[in-house]
């Protein structure tokens, strides 16, 4: 199987100028466009084109405390960063030595079995959900034993790509919707609408091809 290499912000960058046809750097500095790059690594990683990454408890230690319901999202080190949680996408629990699934449950459900059972606890914790804007989990029953622990399968932020090095947190083939973001950004700034309006369409025209949905945030720009 052939390897596929990763870009570097160099990369990027030129990419980016061959979208907006500003190959010399006449209208946007490499410094304009650097910045434009890493917006636009963050708007890809919403979309999906970062890797899921396991939280196991063997390596990570996430406690679940005795009948408390909210977790904070943890602190972890990635490949010597410390990394801040986008999203949680599923959760596990460790009882009786064996990970188990948890359920996933819609806020508004969650907080309709809270009205009916509010202080409900003492059995294995079936449901979770979150509020990404807290970075809290939340977990219903409430844990009736103390020496167990959660694992996780999340989603990071993408760091700032460095000016050595490939980007090691946006996943291939979503690599190459990143210049395009940054060229609707740079144009976006420049008022260039019409270059703004071509290059929104061939983002969601690989968009939808790529995950078979609509993008979440382009259409403002169709």
Do not use: C, H
């Amino acid at each position: 199987m052939p390897v596929v290499s990763s870009n570097t912000l160099s990369d990027y960058v030129s990419q980016t100028r061959d979208y907006l046809n500003d190959p010399l750097g006449n209208f946007w500095t490499d410094q304009q466009i650097q910045k434009y790059v890493q917006l636009a690594r963050r708007y890809v990683a919403m979309e999906g084109g970062t890797t899921l990454a396991f939280l196991d408890y063997a390596t990570y230690g996430i406690p679940l405390p005795l009948r408390q319901e909210t977790i904070p999202y943890p602190t972890v080190s990635i490949r010597g960063a410390v990394r801040q949680i986008m999203a949680v996408e599923d959760v596990g629990i460790i009882w009786g030595g064996i990970s188990q699934p948890l359920r996933y449950m819609p806020w508004a459900s969650y907080l309709s079995k809270r009205v009916i059972n509010p202080t409900l606890f003492g059995s294995i914790p079936i449901w979770w959900t979150t509020v990404q804007e807290e970075q809290m989990i939340y977990i219903y029953p409430t844990s009736a034993i103390s020496n167990t622990g959660l694992e996780l399968r999340v989603r990071f932020w993408p760091l700032d790509l460095g000016p050595s090095g490939s980007d090691q947190d946006i996943v291939q083939p979503f690599q190459d919707l990143v210049p395009v973001v940054a060229a609707i950004v740079a144009a976006e700034n420049q008022s260039e609408e019409s270059k703004m309006k071509r290059l929104s369409l061939l983002y969601q025209t690989w968009y939808t091809n790529l995950v078979g949905r609509q993008s979440r945030w382009i259409s403002r720009y169709l």
